[in-house]
């Protein structure tokens, strides 16, 4: 009915409840009672009871049946207790993998949190809660009622069984073999009711550029165009309920006909009439509503299930064993250049202004590089496409010799991680947040990187590793120190600070940088002041006339841009402090040694 995934996540959802799936399904053989003993209740009741003219004899075999009536109600309680303890552990792992999903999006290189995905996908989640349940109760309900049914049949006469069997089986045949049509109809009325929405919301959101470009008549027909997608997706949809009509036709009601037509041969082979109707008994109130709801529900239910929960798993990936911080993408030896860009292309729409255009650069194994340039110059845009977040117009991009378009996404994991400006914290222990890219460092570790990076303080007000984290709580600074810490620890040996200290202190950005320039590897920094290009082994800028890499002092001699840049920061700094001071003397106090 569903892809592999769906198939193998419900599959790996009920193997892992199995003491609560036999639980169910011993409940659930007790529910099936009435379908078992029914028929042949009815059965006795006629032919020893009414017919013999012992009319308590049959009331006897009819309470017989109550009793058992009784038994299935009573189990029946007990089955949605035991529903509920293997439909809500599965509905808590869908909706943690969606939490882990989130958060994996917010923290990696690049990423900032957005709650409105978490939100839809909250919505799926309760969809497939639900319809896991249903689909569970009518499969459950299908194989114990019918085959209670079919065991009374049997126990009343083999060839009644038989009689009855067959037609089931085809009606049940015709369903499967419509079901993987159903579900590829059902994902293309999804598909279809989302761009619509798209579509009206884009038309209406731009409504006033609509007007302005005279676009009225393109938008309307773009948008109707859309409306009738939906509605053949949905007329498609609705002609399948011929195929479950068909089914419940020959599964359910075909039967009944066999055994009307076939009561008289049956009666001359020996079948007593209290049989007859014994049969008829098991196949109107057990085998019928049964198949009904089994085709009900897996043509409806069954099909949002397998469409949504493959949402779910396509958007939200499980989290790889081990950790968020993959291991699989060893970086290759044999001193290849940590970066190495090769005639790089990228803008922003077909007629936008080249952001880069045909530029390369190779940065070696150790390098310590500043990229700077005013707003909109294109300095995150490059952080980008180093770390293969988006994909270069023309050009290659390498990392440690490994071009990053062939690598998977949870493999650059390993290879590099960006720090951007707006840091993520989630709620949960200090240790769970600084330990996110890295599972596997001890609290030596841990304590060693808060050290280096000056956030021991941090620490220390938060109650230390193991105390919980509330981001509410913690200022725009204290986000981008823990976020620090948390790349400071990971595996990667390419970090890339897009503006990541920006809301720390001069002092405080000082350290922080420093600490990851003696970390091995290669550092990228996105400056936001002029320290950092100073402390930076080479800078980047961002000219009129295109990148220029150089040396601080070399680009104060060739560069106007950088000159302009260092103007303009040394300015800012002065404004703050009240001070003149100049940019030789700004330059000074904040020199590495290294220079």
């Known amino acids: 009915m569903s892809g592999p995934d769906v198939g193998r996540t419900t599959w790996r959802a009920l193997r892992a409840r199995r003491r609560d799936v036999g639980r169910l399904a011993a409940w659930s053989a007790v529910e099936s009672l009435p379908a078992l003993l029914a028929g042949l209740l009815v059965a006795r009741a006629v032919d020893q009871g009414f017919l013999a003219g ?40 869908l909706a943690r993998l969606v939490v882990h999903g989130a958060l994996h999006d917010a923290t990696r290189a690049g990423g900032h949190p957005d709650s409105a995905p978490v939100a839809r996908l909250t919505h799926h989640v309760e969809i497939v809660r639900d319809t896991f349940g249903g689909l569970v109760m009518v499969v459950r309900g299908f194989l114990f009622t019918a085959g209670a049914a079919l065991l009374g049949l049997l126990a009343l006469d083999p060839t009644v069984a038989v009689l009855v069997a067959a037609p089931l089986l085809a009606g049940l045949v015709v369903f499967a073999a419509a079901l993987p049509a159903m579900l590829s109809h059902q994902r293309t009325q999804v598909r279809a009711g989302e761009a619509l929405g798209r579509s009206a919301a884009n038309a209406l959101t731009g409504h006033r550029d609509v007007l302005a470009c005279g676009a009225e008549e393109r938008t309307v027909a773009e948008v109707d165009r859309k409306v009738g997608d939906h509605a053949h997706a949905e007329r498609t949809l609705a002609r399948m309920s011929a195929l479950r009509s068909l089914s419940l036709g020959l599964g359910g009601w075909l039967p009944v006909v066999v055994l009307l037509l076939a009561a008289p041969w049956l009666v001359r082979r020996g079948l007593s009439t209290g049989a007859v109707l014994g049969a008829l008994v098991y196949v109107t109130t057990s085998l019928q509503p049964a198949l009904h709801a089994l085709v009900q529900g897996l043509g409806g239910g069954g099909l949002r299930y397998a469409v949504t929960l493959e949402r779910i798993l396509r958007t939200c990936r499980p989290p790889a064993h081990g950790g968020a911080a993959a291991t699989s993408a060893p970086v290759p030896d044999g001193g290849s250049p940590a970066v190495r860009l090769s005639g790089l292309a990228f803008r922003y729409g077909l007629r936008a202004r080249p952001i880069l255009d045909d530029f390369s650069m190779t940065l070696p194994e150790g390098e310590h590089l500043a990229v700077v340039g005013p707003s ?64 596997d460092a001890d609290d030596p570790t841990v304590e060693t990187a808060l050290a280096v990076l000056g956030a021991e303080p941090l620490a220390r007000r938060l109650g230390g590793l193991a105390a919980t984290v509330d981001p509410a709580t913690l200022s725009a600074g204290e986000r981008q120190l823990i976020a620090a810490v948390r790349a400071y620890l990971a595996p990667a040996p390419l970090v890339i600070l897009d503006e990541a200290t920006c809301h720390l202190d001069p002092t405080l950005e000082a350290t922080v940088e420093w600490a990851f320039a003696r970390r091995p590897g290669t550092l990228v920094v996105i400056a936001h002041r002029i320290s950092s290009a100073v402390r930076a082994r080479r800078v980047l800028v961002f000219d009129e006339d295109g990148p220029m890499m150089g040396g601080h002092q070399e680009l104060l001699a060739r560069s106007p841009a950088y000159r302009d840049l260092v103007g303009h920061w040394d300015d800012v700094a002065a404004a703050a402090t009240g001070g003149t001071a100049t940019a030789d003397r700004t330059v000074a106090g904040v020199a590495a040694p290294h220079g």
């Not at 009331?59 to 309680?77: D, E, N, R, S």
């Not at 980008?384 to 071009?403: D, S």
């Not at 949870?410 to 200090?430: H, I, K, M, N, W």
């Open 54 to 93: 012992r009319f308590a004899t049959g009331l006897a075999w009819l309470g017989g049946l109550a009793v058992a009536i009784l038994l299935g109600a009573v189990a029946t309680g007990r089955v949605y207790r035991a529903l509920g303890a293997v439909v809500e552990p599965f509905r808590d792992d």
């Open 376 to 439: 909109g110059a294109g300095k995150s845009t490059l952080a980008a496409l180093v770390a293969g977040l988006v994909e270069p117009e023309r050009g290659t991009v390498h990392l440690a010799g490994r071009p990053v378009a062939a690598v998977a996404p949870a493999d650059r994991a390993a290879l590099r991680v960006l720090v951007p400006q707006e840091a993520y914290v989630f709620t949960g222990s200090l240790a769970d947040n600084l330990r996110y890219l890295c599972p």
